[in-house]
């Protein structure tokens, strides 16, 4: 063996070295984030984007998804109350057993009432319910003494005809229901009133039997809450959770065969994701991978090709796996899906460099067939890359991913054609496919002298008159459940669920903001006010929640307390007279008049955080968002949003100072929109952008700027027409247009590009073969069809108009491809 030869067999087993290196670990990589907390995002959330102008109400979203996020509900239904109700012990029982959840609540603890009202004794001189302000403001206003007959008590009864009748009906009532306060610390029923009104209970659930019991249709459904010990995100949390519930139902169907369990709760949702995107990555990748190795294999009808084309497709896989997680710590659903799909636009590449192979036989030299291909790979990549490029643009989490992984994919696999296949592909073809290429060569001669050369243009215009009509039947649809897909089963249970509990299921909510706490509870106050004076109208909102309704601005204190202190307690000898003549001894009556007498500060948002009944409201209290800016801030969710009174809530968000309203689903459909119009202009870019570049390259030598220009337009146009042929498809079938058709169309550029590209740079090798180029073309596109084909059988919407419309616009632009090459004449020699 000469010098040479062993300087290349050292370079060959170096290269072949050095890319067993890359895929050991890339491979350990993956290996080890997937052997320990799943990196797959299954938070469908995530996959939107921030879409509110507003940092602060951006928060908001994330704190309300995040407060809802561990808790998972259980409604156990039966038309006997006996058999609902021990049900619900049982299963309660049963999943506090398993471990699975961080707690399960059936029957409720004794929880003593008075707790709240406890929080609120001491502050009580500064919380009045809003008819009892009414009723001293209009005294105030008319400069009399304070008549408690101008208070209305919540209950709805006569009312009383001074102070004295008030103390009266305290003492003698006979029914008090709700939160009650002691008559000594609460003579004239003030706090009483206004814990009253406090949100504690806006549903149709009932207490009874210490279950939380809701009575419907003659069924009885009996409310189980349990949390997470975990991320309802991580695939062992799901695992332990259906699997704890599976034996609990299983158990309860043979006590009580006539209950039904309704479920819902993110880990459902999230595991129900996850389950179908494994699925569709299983039937999308096992599908792709035989129907392109039977294709090969039908063409090649080699084993070590079909084997080295699948090494290459194999090391771009894995190596854009470990960029993509490294880059986003998290590999989304889609990403995954997407991945699979890949398999058939990352075999092109090596595809391409086989039909040289087999076309050289035994003059075959590896790396002068790695040269000869470089030019039309290169090209090719670079079209690919501004195709997904555009992608990384778009402000979706999950399309970055997609660009990301597609980048890195595709890079690697031309990297290993153009460097790993010529170290392993060293020997010549002991067979050619002559005869599968001369039929191509004929097929390829009788096509193109059909829409090639002086018929192109004919050609063109036909296909545009066609194309026209479809155009102008073209319309859209940004809505967000393009995005996400919930499983209809579980959102049935879901429904069910709300509608037994009496919960509107409404996502839209205020956000109220300010440089202090305080001044957020001020405007808090003021939204409610507004809200409150809507139930008058047709746009009424039903009920509300908002931290200001359990903690009063110390402004909203300041002044109840004042109301009193000129119309009550302006004359303590006479107040304290009229207490003991309707019975009460002088030391309470002493001490209640010393407890208002004593200076006590307002009633703050920490003390009430603090209070161990205030959790399952905490969540309307952002706190501070922005430490830097000082900025703090709350939410308030209104019940009964419709689409007929939301615009009334928008513009009652913009009357106040601080007050915003979001509406997520509102917020991402409106950014769709925005999107799919600017995709337009980017796909219109991103066509002039391939134009110029493929102008350059097939501008020739010494040519007119006509001539220069003709090459360009001639590999250009096949990728432009089936743009919009595409289009014209989706009007005629009615099919509306998303952000999703338009961004994949920039693939269709990308990658139908590609294919003319081939056939181009085929003409210009003297030595090539064009019947095997047109072969490696159409073996190129059916493998990519095939793929993508499948990617429009998800059952992901975004993924399905991605597949779908690649698909067909690839299919497109392999059939126009010959239009890109020169005529006969002009080819090289």
């Not at 040519?703 to 009007?731: E, H, Q, Y």
Request: aromatic content about 8%.
């Amino acid at each position: 063996m000469d010098v040479p030869q062993q300087r290349s067999m050292r370079q060959a087993w170096g290269m072949r070295a050095a890319w067993l290196l890359l895929a050991f670990v890339a491979a350990l990589y993956c290996g080890w984030r997937f052997a320990g907390p799943s990196p797959l995002q299954t938070n469908l959330l995530a996959l939107l984007p921030a879409t509110e102008a507003d940092p602060v109400a951006e928060k908001a979203v994330d704190t309300l998804a995040s407060a809802l996020g561990d808790r998972t509900v259980f409604l156990v239904t039966s038309h006997d109350d006996a058999h609902a109700k021990a049900a619900a012990r049982q299963l309660g029982a049963s999943l506090q057993k398993s471990g699975a959840f961080g707690s399960v609540t059936a029957e409720l603890p004794p929880f003593d009432l008075s707790q709240i009202a406890t929080l609120y004794m001491p502050y009580r001189f500064g919380l009045l319910a809003p008819a009892d302000r009414t009723a001293l403001a209009n005294a105030a206003a008319g400069g009399k003494q304070y008549d408690a007959s101008q208070a209305m008590p919540p209950s709805g009864q006569t009312p009383l005809a001074g102070l004295k009748d008030a103390l009266a009906q305290r003492i003698y009532s006979p029914l008090r229901g709700g939160l009650t306060t002691p008559l000594a610390d609460d003579p004239f029923g003030w706090l009483e009133h206004w814990l009253g009104g406090l949100p504690l209970a806006t549903s149709n659930l009932e207490l009874e039997d210490n279950l939380l019991v809701s009575h419907r249709n003659g069924a009885t459904s009996v409310l189980i809450v349990a949390t997470l010990p975990g991320s309802a995100y991580e695939s062992s949390t799901q695992h332990a959770v259906l699997t704890a519930l599976a034996h609990g139902e299983s158990a309860l169907k043979q006590a009580f065969p006539d209950v039904s369990v309704a479920r819902t709760g993110a880990v459902f949702y999230a595991e129900s994701a996850r389950s179908a995107s494994e699925h569709e990555v299983h039937l999308i990748g096992v599908a792709s991978l035989f129907g392109i190795a039977l294709l090969m294999m039908w063409v090649f009808r080699s084993a070590r090709l079909l084997l080295l084309g699948f090494l290459s497709t194999a090391l771009g896989i894995v190596c854009a796996l470990a960029v993509t997680m490294l880059v986003f710590g998290k590999l989304h659903l889609l990403t995954l899906v997407f991945g699979a799909s890949l398999i058939g636009e990352a075999v092109d590449y090596s595809i391409q460099y086989f039909v040289v192979f087999l076309g050289a036989q035994r003059t075959w030299d590896a790396r002068r067939g790695a040269r000869a291909v470089r030019p039309a790979l290169t090209v090719a990549l670079m079209t690919s890359l501004l195709g997904y490029a555009i992608l990384m643009w778009v402000p979706f989490p999950a399309l970055k991913q997609i660009a990301c992984f597609a980048m890195v994919g595709i890079v690697t696999a031309f990297a290993s054609v153009q460097w790993l296949l010529p170290a392993l592909l060293t020997r010549a073809p002991r067979r050619g496919r002559q005869r599968v290429f001369a039929r191509a060569a004929r097929l390829l001669t009788v096509w193109h002298r059909a829409i090639g050369g002086k018929r192109t243009w004919l050609v063109a215009a036909l296909l545009l008159l066609l194309a026209v009509p479809g155009w102008l039947r073209l319309t859209s649809d940004d809505d967000i459940h393009l995005l996400i897909q919930r499983d209809p089963s579980l959102v049935a249970q879901e429904d069910k669920v709300r509608e037994a509990v009496g919960v509107d299921n409404s996502a839209q909510f205020f956000v109220v903001r300010g440089d202090t706490p305080e001044v957020v509870l001020q405007r808090a106050e003021a939204l409610g006010t507004k809200l409150d004076a809507l139930n008058g109208t047709a746009n009424k909102v039903g009920s509300y929640q908002s931290v200001a309704q359990f903690v009063p601005s110390a402004k909203r204190q300041s002044e109840d307390r004042a109301l009193l202190a000129q119309h009550v307690f302006n004359n303590t000898a006479a107040l304290r007279a009229t207490l003991l003549q309707a019975g009460f001894k002088d030391e309470v009556a002493d001490a209640w008049l010393a407890a208002y007498a004593k200076p006590q500060a307002p009633l703050t948002v920490d003390t009430w955080l603090a209070a161990a009944w205030s959790q399952p409201y905490r969540h309307l209290w952002l706190g501070e968002v922005d430490p830097a800016m000082k900025v703090y801030a709350a939410v308030v969710i209104p019940q009964g949003v419709t689409p007929r009174n939301e615009p009334t809530l928008i513009a009652t968000a913009h009357e106040l100072p601080g007050v915003v309203f979001v509406d997520k689903a509102a917020s991402v459909s409106k950014l769709f929109g925005a999107y799919r119009v600017d995709s337009g202009w980017w796909l219109g870019g991103a066509l002039t952008l391939v134009l110029v570049l493929l102008i350059v390259r097939y501008a020739g030598k010494g040519g007119s700027l006509r001539d220069r220009m003709r090459g360009g337009i001639a590999v250009t146009l096949p990728v432009l027409l089936a743009v919009g042929v595409t289009l014209a498809v989706f009007g005629y079938a009615g099919v509306p247009l998303n952000l999703f058709n338009w961004l994949a169309l920039m693939l269709v550029l990308g990658v139908g590009a590609n294919y003319a590209v081939f056939l181009r740079e085929g003409c210009l090798r003297g030595d090539a073969d064009l019947g095997a180029v047109w072969t490696g073309v159409l073996l190129s596109a059916y493998t990519t069809l095939l793929s993508f084909g499948m990617l429009g059988m998800s059952a992901m919407p975004v993924l399905k108009s991605f597949g779908a419309t690649l698909a067909l616009g690839i299919a497109i632009s392999v059939l126009l491809a010959p239009i890109g090459m020169p005529s006969e004449s002009r080819r090289a020699a």
